[in-house]
């Protein structure tokens, strides 16, 4: 089973920036469809963004298309989160995640998250 260890979380205002990254070891990482979801209080795990092996395709949320920004670098066994123009909203512990498809339900391996809270 492949492990994944998130960072980058923290705390910053509406409008700003974060980039998450994610760290994958124990199997091979270019196997594995990625994406990062993620939880709010009172409310249940939802998908942020998604990509494929190669990186060629991605889906996103509509809540965050055109603000955030999902990437994978294989030689490194990394996939990032570049998250822009954040809102409140946005306010939630995130998970990145493995899969076997593109499609969310295949998603089953999951890092321990990191709490990205937007707030002036």
């Known amino acids: 089973q492949v492990r994944l260890v998130e960072s980058g979380g923290g705390l910053v205002q509406p409008g700003g920036s974060l980039r998450l990254s994610c760290a994958a070891s124990?199997?091979?990482?270019?196997?594995?469809?990625m994406g990062w979801f993620r939880q709010a209080p009172g409310k249940e795990r939802e998908s942020v963004a998604r990509?494929?092996?190669?990186?060629?395709?991605?889906y996103y949320a509509d809540s965050v298309k055109g603000r955030f920004t999902i990437s994978r670098d294989n030689a490194k066994n990394t996939v990032n989160l570049q998250m822009n123009n954040l809102k409140p909203e946005d306010t939630a512990v995130y998970y990145c995640?493995?899969?076997?498809?593109?499609?969310?339900?295949?998603?089953?391996?999951w890092g321990q998250g990191t709490q990205v809270t937007v707030s002036s």
């Open positions: 124990g199997r091979t990482f270019s196997n594995y469809y």
């Open positions: 990509i494929s092996r190669s990186g060629s395709n991605t």
């Open positions: 995640a493995a899969g076997s498809v593109l499609a969310a339900w295949s998603f089953g391996s």
